[in-house]
């Protein structure tokens, strides 16, 4: 077992290598303003959780040559990503001064800047995954029906709909179904759609591909779970809020989170349940993918 997990790490290890040198080149188009802040913003670090996700599940359908082909595809979901981080981080949203341990974009290039980054980085998927080699006979079908769902899942359906929930959220009306709704669009509709991508570009048959999908909700949901649970043992959910990293702001205590709503042990609880089903899935439909299972395991 430890062998296995050595060598999916490993493995992991040069697919992410793969994603940075594919992000850099991208963003290597220009030394303009613009650009430095794209770069700024998507190559300061990050697990590529969502990009690895893409390459995992077009290696169990396609192989050496699926992950080749499901690259571009990558590259777009961590912009998408990248983006959504940047915006959330303006003033007008979370307003947050720092990210992954340094200034936010907006701090380090200003609102505009940051605002526009972030606008471009989205654009850019698109014109990342438009451009892709998918080879035929159904490449073109399976390019446009990925970027199809993509924009789906990053707009009102998903995303930004998700976005939309978090700053109306009411802790006073909150349910455990509107808490997981929120989930579902915010963080779980475009780690979806990153398993997706990669299955659609490599050929997965729909049985398996329903299979990828009901790994990827449940891996989505358990994926903000985790991330609740961290931030409620933190502090930043317990009613006294967290100190903002460099102006001391008090964040809102009353803050969607998991974790704070049913209590940090039954939220573990539902951790583990989330991941376990996403393994589940992955059995039901018969995938092998040693990856697509670590990671996985890497949220408990």
């Given amino acids: 077992m430890g062998s296995e997990k050595a060598k999916g790490g490993a493995k992991l290890g040069r697919f992410r290598a793969m ?19 794209m770069r700024y913003a998507v190559l300061g670090g990050g697990k590529r959780f969502r990009p690895l996700l893409t390459l995992a599940a077009a290696e169990e359908f396609g192989g050496a040559a699926g992950v080749k082909t499901a690259l571009p595809f990558a590259a777009a979901v961590e912009f998408i990503h990248a983006y959504s981080l940047v915006h959330d981080d303006l003033p007008c949203m979370d307003d947050d001064d720092l990210r992954r341990g340094k200034l936010a974009c907006h701090r380090a290039f200003g609102e505009d800047m940051a605002l526009l980054a972030g606008d471009s980085l989205l654009t850019m998927a698109f014109e990342a995954m438009a451009g892709a080699d998918v080879p035929p006979p159904a490449g073109r079908e399976r390019k446009i029906r990925v970027i199809g769902e993509m924009a789906r899942l990053a707009g009102p359906a998903g995303l930004i709909g998700g976005q939309v929930l978090d700053i109306t959220y009411s802790p006073e009306n909150a349910t455990a179904e509107s808490l997981f709704q929120l989930m ?46 961290d931030d409620f043992q933190g502090g930043k959910a317990r009613g006294e809020g967290r100190p903002g990293p460099a102006k001391g702001r008090l964040r809102p205590a009353g803050e969607p989170n998991f974790a704070a709503f049913i209590g940090r042990e039954k939220a573990g609880e539902r951790l583990a349940q989330l991941v376990d089903a996403a393994l589940a899935a992955l059995d039901k439909g018969r995938l092998r993918s040693p990856l697509l299972r670590l990671l996985a395991l890497s949220l408990k």
């Fill in 19 to 37: 994603i940075e040198a594919e992000l850099g080149r991208l963003l290597a188009r220009e030394e303009t303003i613009l650009f430095q802040a």
């Fill in 184 to 229: 579902l669009r915010k963080t779980g509709a475009l780690i979806t759609g990153a398993v997706r991508a990669g299955a659609i570009v490599a050929g997965a048959p729909a049985a398996a591909l329903k299979a990828a999908t009901l790994y990827g909700e449940n891996l989505g949901l358990a994926f903000q779970v985790r991330d609740d649970l």
